[in-house]
């Protein structure tokens, strides 16, 4: 248990935390019931938790170099206990979402510290098996998440999506303390305050605006404001990196005509493939009547395939230039995406089985080459450094794909219910966050199965809508990436640089 015990520890970190993003898709429709929660509201539960991961990642590895790796370790999976015990017992949507904002500060100190507790702790074919097994393990967190979502919600009731984390937890911490030994960067390694702050208020108002933008106008003065207050953010960002004696992300990288390339597939692999699935879910639950695990069961295709031709591509691909396996990936994803959008007022389920299996597919070819493309495209003493970002530019893509896209849905609903209720704004946003039961219930019975159709044919042009952009954000990925990234040997660093973090490929 004592060799292993490392690994057992760190990874039951990383599938918590990973879980975590995709566990509350199949559970939105019965937060929306218990809390009276909007469609911002619903935005902000599932954005506010991946927002929270982009945002500190880089800041949590730059402290936990600074201040002991196993201590960071231990501080982020108490911090996301605590999170996840007060989200079950959120008794409003504010309250959900603030306590999911800190369970992505704690999620954000656990991932950022995985793999330099891997490579600290093991060495030689073990740290190679460690790491392999963290990959599995993150991976398998992307294809369980819907599904034990869906198992705990319909079994017992959405908060115990949150209870599930604490005896995970208490087991993770209690290991943590017991086996793995704690590790530094190099002295004199200090937090980047400057970077980590300036980063926040880019990616939080960027969101924001986005998620905004439905109810107040994209050309509005309060969406232009923000967006603008976002370039601000991220121009002081920059300059902050710059001027950094220790830089989370040195801005100099992004001279690399590659490195902007692999920044840009992270962010659209996250948005294209898992954006559009928490309004799937909704559509499946509260339009066309699913079980929450039914619900689950009906993504799983998705998942699946990622899973399994990461497995076997890993293998049958080794040696391939990344930028093949990443472009033709995100090509994929993006014809996937466009394949969902073939939804009309009677489609079912099994309409969006293809488009999810073609996706799966695309995610498992590029994930794992992801990183390798990261690093192909910096120095090698930028390795950590390149890793990270892919990490925090996939968790950003997924907030502002959940974001936009939703914004996107919902305005195509708005268009589609015109002429047919009196508020069609209003009722595409009640719609889109999952009150078509209730919109049904206030129709006059002779006018239900006219409305009937209205909200079927309503919900599945905003999600055609949303797959098409999604699509499109894919396609336009990969033929980046084919064009811009450069071949080069896949370098296989042994451990993680001694003040940078090295990341790996990440289920979600």
């Known amino acids: 248990m004592r060799k292993w015990g490392p690994l057992t520890a760190v990874c039951l970190g990383t599938f918590m935390l990973l879980l975590d993003v995709t566990i509350v898709t199949v559970a939105l429709p019965d937060m929306a019931k218990a809390l009276h929660a909007s469609l911002s509201d619903l935005q902000w539960v599932i954005d506010i938790y991946a927002l929270a991961l982009a945002a500190l990642l880089l800041g949590a590895g730059s402290a936990a170099d600074a201040w002991g790796r196993r201590r960071v370790y231990v501080i982020g999976t108490v911090l996301f206990a605590g999170a996840s015990l007060a989200c079950g017992l959120s008794s409003g ?40 097994v963290w990959g599995a393990v993150s991976g398998a967190a992307a294809a369980l998440g819907p599904v034990l979502g869906g198992l705990l919600t319909q079994s017992l009731d959405w908060r115990w999506i949150f209870f599930v984390n604490l005896p995970v937890s208490v087991l993770a911490v209690a290991l943590t303390l017991r086996v793995v030994k704690e590790s530094r960067g190099h002295a004199g390694q200090r937090l ?26 994209w050309l509005s003065a309060r969406t232009l404001g923000t967006l603008a207050v976002a370039a601000v953010a991220l121009l002081a960002f920059l300059l902050a990196e710059r001027n950094a004696a220790h830089p989370m992300l040195d801005p ?17 692999l996250n948005a294209a493939a898992f954006g559009v699935l928490p309004y799937t879910s909704i559509w499946l639950q509260t339009v066309l009547g699913f079980s ?18 990461a497995l076997v591509g890993g293998r049958l ?34 309409a969006l089985t293809p488009g999810l299996a073609i ?7 590029a994930t794992p080459a992801m990183s390798q493309a990261a690093l192909a495209s910096v120095p090698p003493h930028r390795a950590g450094m390149a890793g990270g970002a892919v990490n925090t530019f996939r968790q950003l893509g997924y907030a502002l794909g959940v974001a936009l896209f ?14 047919h209720v009196a508020d069609p704004h209003g009722a595409a946003s009640a719609l889109a966050g999952g009150a078509a039961p209730e919109l049904l219930a206030h129709t006059p019975p002779a006018a239900r199965p006219a409305a009937t159709h209205a909200v079927h044919a309503a919900f599945a ?41 090295q990341a790996a490929p990440s289920g979600v």
């Open 93 to 132: 949507a504010t309250m959900l979402v603030a306590m999911r904002c800190v369970q992505g500060i704690g999620g954000a100190a656990m991932f950022a510290t995985t793999l330099s507790l891997l490579g600290a702790n093991y060495s030689g074919r073990d740290r190679g098996l460690a790491f392999g």
């Open 192 to 217: 980047d305050i400057g970077g980590t702050l300036t980063w926040t208020a880019f990616a939080g108002a960027a969101t924001y605006a986005v998620i905004r933008a439905d109810s107040v106008g």
């Open 252 to 268: 100099r990288l992004f001279r690399s005509g590659s490195f902007v390339a692999v920044m840009a597939a992270a962010f659209a």
């Open 292 to 309: 929450p695990l039914k619900g689950g069961l009906v993504i799983v295709p998705l998942a699946t395939c990622a899973f399994v031709v």
């Open 317 to 350: 691909l080794h040696g391939v230039p990344a930028r093949y396996t990443v472009g033709v990936g995100l090509l994929l994803i993006g014809a996937g995406s466009m394949a969902q959008a073939v939804l009309g007022a009677g489609s079912g389920w099994a």
């Open 359 to 365: 996706a799966g597919f695309g995610v498992g070819l």
């Open 406 to 419: 939703g914004t996107l849905a919902a305005s195509r609903m708005t268009h589609s219910l015109t002429g």
């Open 461 to 501: 042009s905003g999600l055609d809508a949303a797959a098409l952009t999604a699509g499109a954000v894919g396609v336009v990925a990969g033929v980046l990436v084919l064009l811009m990234v450069r071949n080069a040997p896949q370098r296989h660093p042994a451990a993680p640089a001694p003040a940078e973090r």
